[in-house]
């Protein structure tokens, strides 16, 4: 077949085998060529279609290698991070008590705060210190040997950063019991609140505390109720002079990282417990500038710097100043206010409630001050006027009276001790002398002795009070010759300073004179028994032994007397005083004009009266032995111009009332309060016309 040449277009020469339509042939031939090609498949095309599987597959395959490979790593370090963390787990779980308690380094506390006391018997207590513990000795980091391999030495430096990042760990303990050391009684238990405490691996020197971290404890504890071995504890820790404590947990429970820190889910994968700990704490009581050595028996270290009894509209209000030393002076305490009652003592009788109200104790270096505030509790039981008296007598007597002290909160915590009476005792009734005194024979024989009593009664310092003495019961001796009388400067002259509650802080209390009053060797009580009805007929005392030089006679009447009380106030600007006059020895009210009310207060701080009561030939008893002593007074005022002055000495009972301290009830006349054996001395002017 003859082909068209390329160029077949114009007007060339046609052949037989042209074909009369070129275009057709063309056609035809070019159809022929396109189905010949589309037969044959594209060479390019073909060859990325066979190569795009197998790119894959390979693809696929460098993945899940390296996926196995890195899982692999992960699994090795997984593993080998378990059996690392095992193996300080171990240690730690293996560490000794004695390595945990050099461990947990504790310095303090440096306050402690008692927060509020809780009606079921708990105390709350805020205390701060530094805290942290040494991982070195947990984990036995301390063996650094230079002949240890490497891999013992990259698992102590893995361990010690870890810890490093680890940073702290939450402690949960359990129940916390404190026992003195030698003895299986329990002090008291507490419980702590969930706390946190630092970690290091490089605690420096021993003496270099910088690393620990300030730490608030809070702790809820409950005190022993029994009282008895609370006090023992006390006193035998100051006679020691040391706190020696055996502290037990029953268990304890460890959470790395903080409650609420960053990483706190993966720290607290970090645990540790342990159960049935016990630590020993000695901790030795420093010395106190001014005060004695610890071995003073610690009762007397409690003083009653100053107190006021004052009445007010019908009540008795508290006042008082107490103060004993901090033996754990370099701690900052507080506290808030404590509510107290204090019963009276006298068994087999039941305590008898006295006085209530609050303590607030204040920090006044290197004591505590304990600022009192109360009021006096109105009695009105049977028993009442009988344990107050003698209450009052042994006070005044210079006898501690045994009372018991209690806080509501802590119902069952009664502690007993001593109320600290006035040194030296004071000299309630003064100035004693008997006005126009006259003695005369008895009918059936023996002598009597009449006359009118004046004697001024002074309370001690603080007692602002009005007391209305309704009866006395004297037993006195009679002496020829007057007997030295104690200077009023003795019990006048305090230094000025004050009774009432001073404000803080409290300067030094001035030095008292001692008392120049004789000793009276009269051992015995007045028959005056409070709230019983004396009985005329009962045997007076015995008589001192021996008897005293130059007294020959006693006068002891058979019965209370009647007894009035005369206040040095009458009247809004006079106050009155009573003076004795030296001629006559006659009892003088003698008024004295004032620019201010009138105020019933000696000048050694203390309520004054003058109380009076008259005699009626009561019998004057001769004293064995002593005929001549009694017949050479009689001579002497019988040739004496001025008569001849007598010496009394003796003690006498006061029944007295006081207007807010006992009530009678309903019905009843108002109960009285009666002393007994307060001392007394005088002398009186007996003339001719008393014979």
Same mark, same amino acid.
């Given at each position: ?500 509650? !001073?404000?803080? &802080?409290?300067? =030094?209390? $001035?030095? @008292? /004179? *001692? +008392? ?8 015995? %009580? ?6 019983? !009805?004396?009985? &005329?007929?009962? =045997?007076? $005392?015995? @008589? /001192? *032994? +021996? ?8 006068? %002891? ?135």
């Amino acid at each position: 077949m003859t082909s068209l040449p390329k160029d077949a277009k114009g007007k060339g020469r046609a052949t037989e085998t042209t074909p009369l339509l070129a275009n057709q042939a063309n056609l035809t031939s070019t159809g022929q060529a396109s189905a010949s090609r589309d037969l044959e498949p594209a060479p390019e095309h073909g060859d990325d279609r066979a190569q795009a599987p197998t790119g894959r597959r390979a693809f696929q395959k460098t993945l899940l290698n390296i996926f196995l490979v890195s899982l692999t790593v992960v699994v090795i370090l997984f593993v080998a991070s378990v059996l690392l963390v095992y193996s300080y787990a171990q240690r730690a779980r293996g560490v000794s008590s004695d390595d945990l308690e050099r461990a947990i380094i504790w310095k303090g506390p440096s306050s402690v705060d008692v927060v509020e006391v809780l009606d079921d018997q708990y105390v709350v207590l805020n205390v701060r210190g530094l805290l942290g513990v040494d991982t070195n000795i947990v984990l036995g980091f301390n063996s650094d040997h230079e002949q240890e391999n490497i891999y013992v030495r990259w698992w102590r430096d893995i361990g010690r950063w870890g810890v490093g990042f680890l940073g702290a760990v939450t402690v949960r303990a359990g129940q916390v019991v404190a026992y003195e050391a030698k003895h299986i009684e329990p002090l008291a238990r507490a419980t702590l609140k969930e706390f946190v405490a630092p970690l290091t691996a490089n605690p420096g020197e021993p003496w270099d505390d910088s690393w620990l971290r300030p730490v608030d404890l809070t702790i809820i504890a409950q005190p022993s109720q029994d009282a008895s071995l609370l006090q023992r504890f006390a006193e035998e820790s100051w006679a020691k002079g040391a706190l020696d404590l055996r502290m037990e947990v029953d268990k304890v429970n460890v959470r790395g990282g903080t409650p609420h820190g960053r990483g706190s889910w993966w720290r607290g994968m970090v645990t540790a417990r342990k159960t049935d700990l016990a630590s020993r704490i000695r901790y030795k009581l420093p010395a106190l500038p001014g005060f004695p050595n610890p071995h003073q028996p610690l009762a007397k270290l409690l003083q009653l710097v100053s107190y006021s009894v004052i009445q007010d509209d019908g009540q008795l209000s508290l006042y008082a100043l107490a103060t004993i030393p901090n033996p754990l002076d370099s701690i900052k305490l507080s506290f808030p206010d404590i509510p107290y009652e204090v019963s009276l003592l006298s068994p087999p009788l039941d305590p008898l409630p006295i006085s209530s109200g609050t303590v607030s104790p204040k920090l006044t270096s290197p004591n505590i001050s304990l600022p009192i505030t109360g009021r006096v509790i109105p009695l009105s039981s049977p028993d009442s006027s009988f344990i107050l008296s003698e209450f009052i007598g042994d006070f005044l007597s210079g006898i501690p009276p045994p009372i018991a002290i209690r806080c509501p909160l802590l119902p069952n915590l009664t502690i007993e001790t001593t109320f600290p009476p006035p040194d030296p005792p004071p000299r309630v009734l003064r100035d004693v002398t008997i006005k126009q005194m006259s003695v005369s024979v008895a009918p059936g024989g023996g002598m009597l002795a009449s006359g009118t009593i004046w004697a001024k009664m002074v309370l001690p310092p603080g007692f602002h009070l009005t007391i209305n003495v309704t009866h006395v019961w004297p037993d006195v001796l009679v002496f020829d010759g007057p007997i030295e009388l104690p200077p009023e400067d003795d019990d006048e002259d305090h230094g000025g300073f004050p009774v009432h509650l !001073p404000h803080l &802080p409290l300067p =030094d209390l $001035p030095t @008292l /004179p *001692t +008392p120049k009053v004789p000793e009276l060797p009269w051992h015995h %009580r007045l028959p005056t028994f409070p709230g019983h !009805p004396s009985n &005329p007929k009962d =045997d007076p $005392p015995p @008589l /001192p *032994t +021996p008897l005293p030089a130059r007294a020959f006679a006693r006068i %002891r009447p058979t019965d209370w007397i009647t007894a009035t009380t005369l206040e040095p106030c009458e009247g809004d600007l006079t106050a009155r005083s009573l003076e004795v006059d030296n001629e006559e020895w006659i009892a003088v009210e003698r008024p004295t004009p004032t620019l201010k009310e009138c105020d019933p207060v000696d000048e050694s701080g203390g309520w004054t009266a003058t109380v009076t009561a008259t005699v009626e030939k009561v019998p004057l008893q001769v004293l064995p032995g002593r005929d001549k002593e009694f017949r050479s007074f009689i001579n002497k005022v019988l040739w004496s111009r001025d008569g001849a002055v007598a010496g009394l000495r003796g003690v006498s009972g006061v029944r007295s009332k006081v207007a807010g301290l006992l009530n009678g009830r309903q019905g009843e006349e108002e109960p009285t309060l009666e002393l007994n054996n307060l001392p007394f001395e005088g002398n009186v002017l007996v003339g001719k016309r008393g014979l």
